[in-house]
């Protein structure tokens, strides 16, 4: 006798017939996790502020990824401070606006964490969004 599979449930295993879309947006997505990831590789050097003639490694594993999520949630603070302060441009970027900068802070450290650590982010994407096609709104009771 087998088990019944819990409700709602999906093996990214048994997604087939992704949309060129979700096929493209998980190859492009990769490529730039590299690309941002190779950009901030400064992020990741351990120590991160070497004695005098220290050479300084590249080493994900020496850094605490719960310190790494709250770099995120600081970059949605400062994104919330946007809000609050009136949407004002940026003050790097002036013709676009800080709230959408600081949005685009949060995805950058949030690519540049799932390159780090070889986590599949795309994939994770699609399959999560293919899932949540399967449950019912507001599931399990949910006010909002
Ligand atoms: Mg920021």
Redesign the pocket.
Known sequence: MTEAAAPHTIKWQDVKNLTAAELGFIQVLSIMMDKVHSDNQQWWMYPPKPAEGQRPIYAPEMFNQGERIALMHS?LS?ALEAIRHGYPADTHVTDMGNLE??MA?VVIRVMDFCEAYKLDLGCAIIAKLIYNRTRPPKHGGKAF
């Open positions: 970059e400062e900068m600081e802070d």
